[in-house]
């Protein structure tokens, strides 16, 4: 028991600690959105929303007690290094609590856009989540790099099966890249400024300790 409870710190450590070198790389937005395949997002209006309808709902309580919204981006290593709890939390709580997923890809991260529409294209599909877990597992394989990984991305939609037509339409669509501009304008209006960052029922969360994420989903969940 002892080694999880230390394997846990030593994972919440290394999320704060690389979202903390990840946020400030967003000074960096205005010089680098080129660097994104994504067209930049429009500026921030008085209209953002924390969920929207098309928002990606990651769990489905029957009651819902609480909403947990994660503004994330798939090139992130502090976003990867958070997915094991993630995925803990979303077992305990999901049945009280609505994990909702949004884009966020930072501009340094050349390939983060490219990404995000990789997994939207394959969202139209109903394999969000198939995608998303893929390109976190293989991230270290694609993380950083210069060229573009679409390539490879798409052969990820070819092993689970996708409409490959279809597929390549999406990732072209101009609507499909609005859909996540439309993510990061909202982001951006509520203060969003690295990934991961957590909203529980409508206030932005800071996080020290993993005890401390666990305590105040527990206090929002009953």
Same mark, same amino acid.
């Given at each position: 028991?002892?080694?999880?409870?230390?394997?846990?710190?030593?994972?919440?450590?290394?999320?704060?600690?690389?979202?903390?070198?990840?946020?400030?790389?967003?000074?960096?937005?205005?010089?680098?959105?080129?660097?994104?395949?994504?067209?930049?997002?429009?500026?921030?209006?008085?209209?953002?929303?924390?969920?929207?309808?098309?928002?990606?709902?990651?769990?489905?309580?029957?009651?819902?007690?609480?909403?947990?919204?994660?503004?994330?981006?798939?090139?992130?290593?502090?976003?990867?290094?958070?997915?094991?709890?993630?995925?803990?939390?979303?077992?305990?709580?999901?049945?009280?609590?609505?994990?909702?997923?949004?884009?966020?890809?930072?501009?340094?991260?050349?390939?983060?856009?490219?990404?995000?529409?990789?997994?939207?294209?394959?969202?139209?599909?109903?394999?969000?989540?198939?995608?998303? %877990?893929?390109?976190?597992?293989?991230?270290?394989?694609?993380?950083?790099?210069?060229?573009?990984?679409?390539?490879?991305?798409?052969?990820?939609?070819?092993? @689970?099966?996708?409409?490959?037509?279809?597929?390549?339409?999406?990732?072209?669509?101009?609507?499909?890249?609005?859909?996540?501009?439309?993510?990061?304008?909202?982001?951006? %209006?509520?203060?969003?400024?690295?990934?991961?960052?957590?909203?529980?029922?409508?206030?932005?969360?800071? @996080?020290?300790?993993?005890?401390?994420?666990?305590? @105040?989903?527990?206090?929002?969940?009953?």
């Amino acid at each position: 028991m002892s080694a999880v409870i230390s394997a846990r710190k030593v994972r919440i450590a290394i999320w704060i600690l690389l979202a903390a070198v990840v946020g400030a790389g967003v000074i960096w937005y205005a010089q680098l959105i080129a660097n994104t395949p994504a067209p930049a997002a429009p500026p921030a209006s008085a209209d953002a929303q924390l969920v929207r309808e098309d928002s990606h709902r990651v769990t489905s309580p029957a009651a819902e007690k609480a909403q947990l919204v994660e503004f994330l981006d798939f090139e992130c290593e502090s976003c990867r290094a958070a997915e094991p709890l993630l995925t803990e939390l979303k077992d305990e709580y999901g049945d009280r609590v609505t994990f909702v997923h949004r884009y966020y890809p930072l501009p340094g991260h050349r390939n983060s856009g490219t990404a995000a529409l990789a997994v939207e294209a394959a969202a139209q599909q109903g394999k969000y989540e198939q995608m998303a %877990a893929k390109l976190f597992e293989t991230q270290p394989q694609w993380g950083e790099k210069q060229d573009s990984q679409a390539p490879l991305f798409r052969t990820y939609a070819e092993e @689970l099966a996708l409409d490959m037509d279809s597929y390549d339409t999406a990732v072209a669509d101009q609507a499909t890249k609005d859909r996540i501009n439309q993510d990061v304008a909202d982001g951006r %209006a509520l203060g969003v400024t690295g990934t991961p960052t957590f909203f529980l029922n409508g206030k932005k969360l800071t @996080l020290n300790t993993e005890a401390q994420f666990r305590q @105040l989903l527990d206090e929002a969940a009953r």
